[in-house]
């Protein structure tokens, strides 16, 4: 598997997240930019099970982003990956588009569910898991939340609820930026140390540089073969707005929109990163 050839695709999935949200007017580009190292590894290093000519292939992973505002980052590999057309991309909540400010699964071809109320998609993923099981199909279900989405109670229903049914076909992502909205998570309702919390919820818990792409892929494939019934937890020390220098760990980039002139210049920084099989920021 060529490394390099995978950072140069999230590369121009960055410049593709920047271009669109910039074109809309609106968008989160903040947490999209850090969790798309995940998703690439995810959807182009050979760990999710799936099917671009068949988005309701029964046989497939399901992949299910709780963080449902960064949808740009999904929609940015799901047309590279052959989803629907990358044309597409540039009419990011426009009137008329199915590509709205929050995943639509009834519009959009390889979105499993409809997200973007926070702290529900833990809980879907692990339903989806358990009725899985209950059908006994061997697939694995994976979840991407953010940090601050950890705030919510009802991820913590859905942590106790995979960890008491031994749910080891489910495998959640944190995109662990340390950010949010309102500033950092740790200001704003402190989570503490995520990995100790989850290990007292019965989950099994591994930490992993979330930029690196590589360490991504082996950590990611390790959880959907482990079978030893527990919840696998990944936590992906990641930094908010990666690849753009002006936006990295600024919470005001959470949910903003670039300026022409701004787009120009964060599309000029990455551009001078594309090809060369590294990772800007």
Known sequence: MDISALESVANQRRMDIVSMITEAGSGHPGGSLSSIDIMTALYDGGVLDHDP??????????????????????YATLAS????????????????????????????????????????????????????RLDGASQTVFTLLGDGECEEGQ???????SSHNKLDNLVAIIDHNGLQIDGA??????????????????????????????????????????????????LAQTVKGKGVSFMENQAGWHGKAPSKEQ?????????????????CG
């Open 263 to 279: 787009c120009a210049e964060a599309l000029a920084e990455l551009q001078a990163c594309s090809g060369e099989g590294e990772i």
């Open 53 to 74: 000519e068949q988005p309701e292939w029964p046989l497939r992973d399901r992949f299910i982003l709780a963080k449902g505002h960064c949808a740009p980052a999904l």
């Open 81 to 132: 990956r052959g989803y629907f057309p990358t044309e597409e991309l540039m009419s990011l909540r426009k009137l008329g588009s199915r590509l709205q400010g929050h995943p639509d699964s009834n519009l959009v071809p390889g979105v499993e569910v409809s997200t973007g109320s926070l702290g529900q998609g833990l809980s879907i993923a692990a339903g989806m898991a358990c009725g899985l």
């Open 155 to 161: 991820v913590w229903e859905a942590a106790m609820f």
């Open 185 to 234: 998570t740790a200001d704003v309702c402190n989570p503490d140390d995520l990995s100790e919390r989850f290990r007292a919820f019965g989950w099994d818990v591994v930490e992993v540089d979330g930029h690196d792409i590589a360490a991504l892929i082996e950590v990611l494939q390790a959880c959907k073969e482990t079978r030893n019934g527990k919840p696998h937890m990944v």
